[in-house]
């Protein structure tokens, strides 16, 4: 069988994600990466044995012979790389948030279907064992009716500058944490959205060698959906510790609940400390709860070798451009209500 063409977009810690998991598929061959941090993107492709040098400029990247790309770079590049991507008449894979306003994204998904390609919107933990198990528990009745459920993402901030800037970001952990939850949780349910109500502060306004925090770090909001269920979000970036998400689903029958980065197989104690244990994590010292196989944990190499069957077979994907654009309209709705501070209603 011929082998899918890839490239990388991007050169940080996702890329580092979609390079591990384009190497467990057998049908891919990694063409190049293309980032404007040479250096980092050098030990990129010499960890993952990438042929070649970083190819600086995108869109000689793709002028090659590719079939699909991966777009692991900051929000605000999302729409003008998606689209040059899809007239360039490669299927794009894209990391959430799918742009940083709905208008952007319907710009690329436009430009998708006038090329007659496809847009595969990388949400990690809708691919990741944990929560397929909660969603096959829910899909075989074992639950009863959902009427309540909670989703909670944190961790102390992200590690690069424009994440906290509004003109590169969109927003603040709402859009950066948030639009995960809000993502499962509709997966979950099976249902859309009726109303949300949300509030937002920024907690923590110096963020040091990053400079000023211009967008929300914390986010409460309530989505209230069209079946009767009440579900809460909650995300931070100010929470030490490390990376944690938890899922509660609650049903007249059951409840189920999920806490990959608490509930793990392995919990360590170091006086001395050692080396990584899950994303920012400050500190190894103490009592840890190291994340084995990570990327694995959160879904990434599933959810790679889902698109990849897609392009192969042409089946439909699970998570689609229309469904970013949906997760991302209903994220700018939330905004609208932490600025009105009134219940919003969906359109």
Known sequence: MQKIKVGIIGSGFIADFHCLAYKQIPSVEIIGISSLL????????KKYEIPGEPIEIYQDLLKKDLDA?????????HKEVAIAALNAGKHVMIEKPLA???????????????????????????????????????????????????????????????????EKSGGGSLIDL????????????????KSVFCQTSTIQPDRGEFGKCEVEDNAIGILNFKNGAHVS????????????????????????????????????????????????????????????????TFGYPQEMKHFIECIETGKKTQTNGEFGLKILKIVELMYKSAKSGKIEEME
């Open 38 to 45: 040479s250096e980092q993107a050098k030990k990129l492709m």
């Open 233 to 296: 979000i909650e995300e931070s970036w100010t929470a030490p510790g490390g990376y944690s998400m938890l899922f509660e689903i609650y049903g007249t029958k059951g409840q189920v609940i999920a806490d990959p980065c608490r509930m793990t197989p392995l919990i360590a104690y170091s006086e001395k400390g050692y080396g990584y244990s899950v994303e920012k994590a400050g500190s190894t010292i103490g009592w840890t709860y190291p994340v084995p196989e990570e990327a694995w």
């Open 100 to 166: 940083r306003t709905s208008i952007e994204g319907e710009e690329i998904i436009s430009a998708a279907k006038n090329a007659g390609k496809k847009i595969f919107y990388c949400e990690n933990n809708i691919y990741a064992p944990t929560f397929r198990k909660m969603k096959e528990i829910i899909k075989e009745g074992g639950l009863g009716k959902i009427y309540k459920a909670r989703g909670k993402e944190q961790h102390s901030g992200p590690h690069s500058a424009w994440f906290y800037k509004k």
């Open 69 to 77: 790309v991966s777009i692991c770079l900051p929000n605000y590049l």
């Open 178 to 193: 948030g639009i995960h939850d809000i993502a499962c949780l509709l997966w979950f349910l099976e249902d859309d959205v």
